[in-house]
């Protein structure tokens, strides 16, 4: 006997579905958190992101009243744990505290990216951005531009390192060197803690980070921090000057923005509970503080809805940048 298909059978079962779908979404919202969260941050420890990860993960832990415990999952520029963090349950209990470089820039640099920032990922808010500085060995020529020039006179001879290829640290030199013609190799290293390492050791004689790992040692004269790529000079080195004002090349701006963000799917209760949560958090005055002596700006106000519209017009803001470079990630 021939099988008619029924489509007001076939409507109640996927009506069904959604109900049923819905209806575990209302419980784990209204039910979270009922356990401990696990926070990863895509880059070794000692680094920038670790630091401002681990702050935000003591705070959030306080408002939520849960343990939140931070996984560094390091690797590819911080691709590895980002993939992670997509592979993970759509329940709000791993999130991801991504960055410029992971959550902005991959897409546009890979020909065949393994994720969508936008699409495979919830963002639940900015939370706040450092700086980028240029630092260079005390052997190194005393200025950026005395450095510059003497690249282009001795081409293949300067090196600088960075957290990853494709990092937002490593296409800020790859738009100075676009822009100034400076013959600059790239040395890739696994997160910011050891590219600082090989600065202070000589292995390399500029590296690119945030003012704050390098704030102690530029201090103590153990490295000289040549430039900072923003509109004006940091209140915690005055003495450094702008991109602008070394070289003068109007409007280098380049932040290390964070954005915490959770797998697609998740259900939009706890979303909005991760959300309202961390608006606490990143409002906390102490914490404020304390990430401003590390030269870290904190955001707050950012919710779900802006997060999603910042990342878009940063992708947008540094697409011709890697367009022109020709960098690209290897698969």
């Keep these: 006997m021939t099988r008619r298909f029924r489509p007001t059978r076939f409507l109640s079962l996927t009506v069904a579905a959604v109900i049923g779908v819905c209806g575990w979404q209302n419980a784990v919202a209204q039910t979270f958190p009922s356990k401990p969260l696990r926070l990863v941050v895509p880059f070794p420890p000692g680094g920038p992101t670790d ?39 759509p329940d709000g209990y791993t999130l991801n505290f991504g960055t410029a470089s992971t959550n902005c820039l991959y897409p546009l640099l890979s020909s065949k990216p393994q994720y969508d920032v936008l699409t495979d990922f919830v963002p639940v808010a900015v939370v706040g951005g450092a700086s980028i500085v240029i630092t260079a060995h005390p052997s190194q020529p005393p200025t950026l531009k005395a450095l510059l020039e003497a690249s282009r006179a001795q081409p293949g001879k300067f090196q600088f390192g960075s957290p990853g290829t494709g990092t937002l640290m490593h296409m800020t030199v790859e738009r100075l060197k676009r822009e100034t013609g400076a013959d600059l190799l790239h040395v890739p290293f696994r997160g910011s803690a050891p590219s600082m390492q090989a600065l202070l050791g000589g292995q390399i004689g500029l590296s690119v980070d945030t003012i704050g790992p390098s704030l102690q040692n530029h201090k103590a004269g153990k490295i000289r921090i040549l430039a900072l790529a923003s509109p004006k000079r940091s209140a915690l080195m005055p003495e450094v000057p702008t991109v602008d004002e070394a070289l003068g090349i109007k409007g280098f ?13 998740t259900p939009q209760g706890v979303v909005d509970t991760l959300a309202q949560a961390t608006a606490k958090v990143m409002g906390d005055a102490t914490l404020q503080e304390q990430l401003a002596n590390l030269g870290i700006e904190i955001v707050t106000g950012s919710n779900p809805v802006s997060a999603a519209a910042y990342i878009r017009a940063e992708q947008a803001r540094w697409k011709p940048v890697i367009e022109a470079s020709g960098v690209k990630m290897a698969e």
Excluded: C, H
């Design 253 to 265: 701006e380049a932040v290390l923005w964070n954005v915490v963000v959770v797998p697609a799917g």
């Design 51 to 89: 630091v401002f990860g681990r702050a935000y993960a003591a705070k959030l832990s306080t408002v939520l009243g849960q343990p939140v415990v931070v996984d560094n999952k390091s690797g590819a520029s911080g691709i590895v744990g980002t993939l992670e963090v997509k592979r993970s349950a």
